[in-house]
Nanobody
Framework: QVHLEESGGGLVQAGGSLRLSCVVS????????MAWHRQAPGKERELVAW???????KYADSVMGLFTISRDNAENTVFLQMNSLKPEDTAVYYC????????????WGHGTQVTVSS
């Protein structure tokens, strides 16, 4: 059974940095695209960044140049380095992965809270 475990969230002042990690376990198939989504109170969930198995990345306009997504394929881990954080970055951040086992299946973590104080 595939399990995603996020860590690294917390409370930080505006302008600060956090690094989120997400470890994937239980998959017997290679992990494809890995991504981070977030959901702020009262808002729709949004895609923050994704990274393909080959390393191609894509970012939401709001975090371009501020956040960096990376992955360690040997450790089945994806990271999100968040710099110059703003209060509007406050949200629950979710790790997601797509695994192909004959069909594409998306798996989600339980989320980690990031709170940026002004």
């Amino acid at each position: 059974q595939v399990h995603l475990e996020e860590s690294g969230g917390g409370l930080v002042q505006a302008g600060g940095s956090l690094r989120l990690s997400c470890v994937v376990s239980g998959s017997t198939f290679p992990i494809g695209t890995m991504a981070w989504h977030r959901q702020a109170p009262g808002k729709e969930r949004e895609l923050v960044a994704w990274i393909a198995s080959g390393g191609t990345t894509k970012y939401a306009d709001s975090v371009m140049g501020l956040f960096t997504i990376s992955r360690d394929n040997a450790e089945n881990t994806v990271f999100l380095q968040m710099n110059s954080l703003k209060p509007e970055d406050t949200a629950v951040y979710y790790c997601t992965v797509r695994i192909y086992s004959g069909i594409h299946t998306d798996y989600w973590g339980h989320g980690t809270q990031v709170t940026v104080s002004s």
